[in-house]
């Protein structure tokens, strides 16, 4: 398989957007050991390329590795997209954990991504502080953070969304999301025109009726008429008005005059 072009227009575009978002959130400090915890898809895949690019260019010396959990779902293949991100030059490692087993057997609903996505980051966030990894780089969209946004307010009651940068709650690792500014349909757009090898997730097939497939086309309905929304979403993310909102844990109501 030919290199992919880092110079790609789309490339570009993205990679400034990484380089942004890191600086607006000191995601990255000198002489950090940060993993990309890959799991075969675009994202993820992208994020490892582009920030392995940025990498190269910084002032700051870091390195970067990528981490992929093998967990045990029929048909998963990882062996094309192994050697396409080592001939990329990245570092890559494998853990291997059945979840898969785990998961059919608890979960009686068909909807399984909640089990496996909280013993997949267990697992990730183990490895990462068994080998001294100082920062988790997830890879995470725009788009990802709007749909968390809305299914916590719609469904959960509270106003939060996935933060750029998050301490664990045991305290043990940093978990950044440097792609916290770029558009899914960018992501989508470079990954066919680069071709690279994709893993499929197996295990959950589309599931149809998951709450974030609904926000997802709730967003690309409200985009058809408010084409600026998904960047207009996140900067209101970063503009909260405590005062104009109801918590009072945030804002003293009663000592208003």
Same mark, same amino acid.
């Given at each position: 398989?030919?290199?992919?072009?880092?110079?790609?227009?789309?490339?570009?575009?993205?990679?400034?957007?990484?380089?942004?978002?890191?600086?607006?959130?000191?995601?990255?400090?000198?002489?950090?050991?940060?993993?990309?915890?890959?799991?075969?898809?675009?994202?993820?895949?992208?994020?490892?390329?582009?920030?392995? $690019?940025?990498?190269?260019?910084?002032?700051?010396?870091?390195?970067?590795?990528?981490?992929?959990?093998?967990?045990?779902?029929?048909?998963?293949?990882?062996?094309?997209?192994?050697?396409?991100?080592?001939?990329?030059?990245?570092?890559?490692?494998?853990? $291997?954990?059945?979840?898969?087993?785990?998961?059919? *057997?608890?979960?009686?609903?068909?909807?399984? !991504?909640?089990? !496996?996505?909280?013993?997949?980051?267990?697992?990730?966030?183990?490895?990462?502080? *068994?080998?001294?990894?100082?920062?988790?780089?997830?890879?995470?969209?725009?788009?990802?953070?709007?749909?968390?946004?809305?299914?916590?307010?719609?469904?959960?009651?509270?106003?939060?969304?996935?933060?750029?940068?998050?301490?664990?709650?045991?305290?043990?690792?940093?978990?950044?999301?440097?792609?916290?500014?770029?558009?899914?349909?960018?992501?989508?757009?470079?990954?066919?025109?680069?071709?690279?090898?994709?893993?499929?997730?197996?295990? !959950?097939?589309?599931? $149809?009726?998951?709450?974030?497939?609904?926000?997802?086309?709730?967003?690309?309905?409200? *985009?058809? *008429?408010?084409?600026?929304?998904?960047?207009?979403?996140?900067?209101?993310?970063?503009?909260?008005?405590?005062?104009?909102?109801?918590?009072?844990?945030?804002?003293?109501? $009663?000592?208003?005059?």
């Amino acid at each position: 398989m030919k290199p992919v072009n880092r110079d790609h227009p789309l490339a570009v575009k993205i990679r400034k957007q990484i380089t942004q978002a890191l600086s607006d959130y000191n995601m990255i400090a000198h002489g950090d050991k940060v993993m990309i915890c890959v799991s075969g898809g675009k994202d993820s895949s992208i994020l490892t390329i582009l920030l392995e $690019e940025i990498r190269k260019r910084a002032e700051i010396k870091f390195t970067i590795a990528s981490v992929i959990l093998d967990q045990k779902q029929p048909g998963f293949d990882v062996m094309n997209f192994k050697n396409w991100l080592e001939s990329e030059g990245i570092e890559f490692h494998m853990i $291997e954990k059945d979840t898969y087993s785990v998961v059919k *057997e608890k979960v009686t609903t068909g909807v399984y !991504c909640s089990l !496996c996505s909280k013993m997949r980051r267990a697992i990730l966030y183990d490895y990462a502080f *068994e080998n001294k990894y100082s920062k988790m780089a997830l890879g995470h969209h725009r788009t990802d953070l709007i749909e968390t946004t809305m299914l916590n307010m719609f469904y959960t009651g509270n106003v939060s969304t996935m933060p750029a940068k998050l301490r664990s709650d045991d305290g043990r690792n940093i978990v950044i999301r440097p792609m916290m500014y770029v558009a899914e349909s960018d992501l989508i757009q470079l990954a066919t025109d680069w071709g690279f090898p994709v893993i499929p997730c197996n295990l !959950c097939g589309s599931q $149809e009726g998951m709450k974030r497939k609904k926000m997802k086309n709730l967003i690309s309905e409200l *985009e058809k *008429e408010i084409p600026n929304l998904s960047a207009s979403f996140i900067t209101a993310l970063q503009n909260v008005k405590p005062s104009h909102l109801l918590d009072k844990n945030l804002y003293d109501f $009663e000592k208003l005059p």
